[in-house]
């Protein structure tokens, strides 16, 4: 019978999964989701942008430690040390290619597809000692929803010529790309190679982060004063670190550089008579957007701060969370905790956190 | 890897905590303590970087870092100890700095985060296992620092007034002479790790004899009226400083004599005054630094670095030899730097040419490179005989 429950089973529970994996056996973990493949949903989404590297770093992976990374397993299938070397200089991004089977290989020998139960939770009903998922029973519960739903600009949406960066495109010859995070900086390069010609419609210049927010935020250095932040200060903080940002160097510049030069790449600021519109524009925001998060707050009263969820700095519920039960969060909504709870340090992080809660309950 | 400041000290402390064990191994080998003293600095140097410095400056540390900050550790580290004078040998004290910071790359990078599941998340704090490497690290110098107080040499002092002769020392300790402490009839030590501090030694057939031991220091002593040597080393690595060797009126013996220690190390004599006798200092088949001395008014040579020795003779003061005063001979390796020589004699009487008063000889295929020495009143400044050579230069012929 199983004692812990994952729902969702994306990337962020995959993650949380695989630490789990230390402490119980598959058929004592239920993963509730729709789809058995961690990576379906983020494969559609790399693949809709061309990505082929990843933006993290060699511990960007779903192992339980961050060692062995994937520059490790990198220079030993390549039987080279320029990963490790590439790593030690923060240069080293496994690609996509490597990060994918690095996925499958882990879901083959976790026992993930034993532990995964096919099946949408649409409720979390807090009992005595434990929570209600749908009818079945669990004394700890890890909510891994991933993002709500694409999030394209209110003023763009009745557009025909509009189409989200993570759906699958082609490339008209003009393109304007909404955005300047990430996946914008992606598409910019993209529709030059492509040859089309390229608008850059932002409202605010991205940041030049390596990662998705400065890296101090990824240790207790940085998260230790961002915990401490009054809520009013917390929710600033978290607006400034959800600013679009995409990685510093020439591999990004020179290309639009050289196309600014030739005329074909300039920044405006609205939408323009361009034949594509992309809407680079990343994901909604906020608990409401999320059907089992709402639900969740609406039922038991959850102390909120404006689109985020209020949670204990290990990302567990604190009004659902005892000595005898443990409701945590784990991705996006579990920033209040971890800023950078959409990657997979974050989830990591999260993960870490709910086993140690799990250790520590009298009733485990 | 972004530490907090606790992290990046529990990361130290534990990383260090092999090392030392090793070091406290390899201490046992050799008998000597300068492992565990050079780990024990290495600990006070690198906490007091993290402390002071690494943490103010690096708010994230790259993994390339652990290469500038480990040379910067390093320098620091050496820095301390020639300042110190630990003397620990530059091979395996460079390989045992070497041996803690691959260390602690290998257990930063994969020991730790395999060991502690959020090493990275929480700045490199390990939890109980960082309060415990901190107690094992300080349990293992406190138990070292004991072992060190409890194995020092018992003292005894030596009472003013006149003890007869011979002394002969046969176990490890430190002879402290009282002022006025005189022994008639000479001292022999014959055992490791002995030390004579302050004690005037009268008489005897040597003044004091050193034969076949370790780590002999004699520190301030006087000797007078010896019948051979004044001190007399054979076999023995010894540190010599300090001392007052009177052989006027003695024309066979020598102030200092050390022979036969080339495989014992360097062996010092610093900052003694040698008056009279043949050979004010003179070494064989050694390899010695003599420094600092003052030697006046020998009958053979006032410094020889004699029989395929290897010796530095630096900062000496030389008046009044007969005959030759700074003395390379015999397949020896030279460097004689700073010196002053005034007023050497020549030894008419001997008829031997390579007598004549010479400031500075070379002889008998030896090699002697000179460099700033202050050669004066001398019948012959320098000069070679017999196949050897003489160059004037910074570095050491050797």
């Excluded at chain 1, 010529?161 to 900086?185: D, I, M, Q, S």
């Excluded at chain 1, 940085?222 to 009013?232: E, M, T």
């Amino acid at each position: 019978m199983a004692r812990v429950a994952v729902v969702g089973s994306g990337l962020a529970g995959f993650t949380a999964y695989q630490t789990l994996r230390r402490a119980f056996e598959p058929g004592e973990i239920a993963v509730f989701g729709t789809d058995a493949d961690p990576a379906a949903v983020w494969r559609v989404r790399a693949g809709a942008i061309r990505q082929r590297e990843m933006r993290s770093e060699s511990d960007g992976h779903c192992l339980p430690t961050s060692f062995p990374g994937l520059a490790f397993s990198s220079a030993r299938r390549r039987r080279s040390l320029r990963p490790l070397l590439d790593s030690a200089l923060d240069r080293f991004h496994p690609t996509v290619d490597e990060f994918l089977a690095h996925v499958e290989r882990l879901r083959d020998r976790s026992g993930w597809d034993e532990s995964f139960v096919s099946r949408r939770v649409g409720r979390v009903w807090g009992v005595d000692g434990g929570f209600e998922l749908d009818g079945d029973h669990f004394a700890h519960v890890l909510l891994a929803p991933g993002h709500p739903g694409l999030n394209v600009p209110e003023e763009l949406r009745r557009d025909p010529r509009v189409v989200h960066a993570y759906e699958p495109h082609g490339y008209a010859p003009t393109v304007t790309v909404v955005g300047a995070g990430l996946a914008a900086a992606t598409e910019w390069l993209n529709a030059l190679a492509a040859g089309s010609e390229v608008v850059s419609v932002r409202r605010r210049e991205p940041e030049r982060w390596p990662l998705n927010v400065p890296r101090r935020y990824f240790s207790r250095r940085g998260l230790d004063g961002y915990q401490r932040l009054a809520p009013r200060e917390r929710i600033e903080r978290l607006r400034a670190l959800s600013a679009p940002s995409y990685p510093p160097g020439t591999r990004w510049d020179e290309p639009l550089e050289q196309a600014a030069r030739d005329g074909r790449f300039r920044v405006e600021q609205s939408v323009n008579g361009s034949e594509q519109v992309i809407c680079a524009t990343g994901f909604l925001r906020g608990f409401r957007h999320d059907p089992l998060l709402a639900r969740l707050v609406a039922e038991h009263g959850l102390e909120t701060a404006e689109d985020w969820l209020v949670l204990d700095a290990d990302s567990a519920v604190p009004e659902l969370s005892d000595g005898t039960r443990t409701l945590a969060v784990a991705g996006v909504p579990g920033q209040w905790a971890f800023p950078a709870a959409d990657t997979l340090a974050g989830a990591r992080y999260v993960a870490h956190r709910f086993l140690r809660r799990i250790q520590a309950c009298r009733t485990r | 890897m972004s530490y907090t400041l606790r992290g990046r000290l529990e990361s130290r402390v534990a990383a260090l905590l092999p090392v030392l064990l090793g070091a406290c191994v390899l201490a046992a080998a050799l008998h000597r303590w300068w492992p565990v003293e050079l780990v024990a600095l290495m600990a006070a140097v690198g906490l007091a970087l993290d402390l002071e410095v690494w943490h103010r400056l690096l708010p994230y540390q790259p993994a390339w870092a652990a290469i500038p900050l480990g040379a910067v550790e390093l320098g620091v580290l050496l820095g301390i100890v020639y300042g110190l004078g630990l003397h620990a040998s530059l091979g395996p004290a460079l390989a045992l700095f070497g041996a803690g910071w691959l260390a602690s790359v290998l257990l930063s990078q994969a020991g730790f985060p395999l060991l502690r599941l959020g090493y990275a998340e929480d700045g490199g704090e390990l939890g109980r296992v960082g309060g415990v490497a901190a107690a094992g690290l300080v349990l293992a110098l406190a138990g070292s620092a004991a072992t060190y107080a409890l194995r020092l040499p018992p003292v005894v002092h030596l009472a003013a007034g006149v003890h007869q002769g011979p002394l002969v020392i046969t176990r490890r300790e430190v002879l402290q002479g009282a002022p006025g402490a005189v022994v008639r009839g000479g001292i022999v030590v014959a055992h490791d790790d002995v030390q004579i501090r302050n004690v005037t030694v009268v008489g005897g057939m040597n003044g004091i004899t050193v034969d076949g031991v370790r780590g002999t220091v004699i520190d301030g002593v006087t000797v007078e009226g010896a019948k051979l040597d004044g001190i007399h080393v054979r076999l023995s690595g010894v540190v010599i400083r300090n001392c007052t060797v009177d052989m006027l009126g003695n024309r066979m013996g020598q102030g200092i004599d050390i022979s036969f220690n080339m495989e014992l190390g360097m062996s010092m004599v610093e900052g003694c005054t040698i008056l009279g006798g043949q050979e004010g200092i003179t070494t064989h088949s050694s390899a010695t630094d003599i420094m600092g001395n003052r030697v006046s008014r020998t009958t053979g040579e006032a410094i020889s670095v004699d029989e395929m020795s290897m010796g530095m003779a630096s900062h000496n003061t030389i008046r009044d030899a007969l005959g030759v005063a700074l003395y390379c001979n015999d397949r020896s390796m030279c460097m004689f730097d700073h010196n002053t020589v005034v007023g050497t004699r020549p030894d008419a009487a001997s008829g031997i040419r390579t007598r004549r008063g010479f400031g500075i000889l070379a002889s008998f295929q030896s090699e002697a490179s000179v460099w700033r020495n202050t050669l004066a009143a001398n019948p012959v400044a320098s000069g070679t005989a017999t196949g050897a050579t003489l160059e004037t230069t910074s570095q050491p012929g050797w």
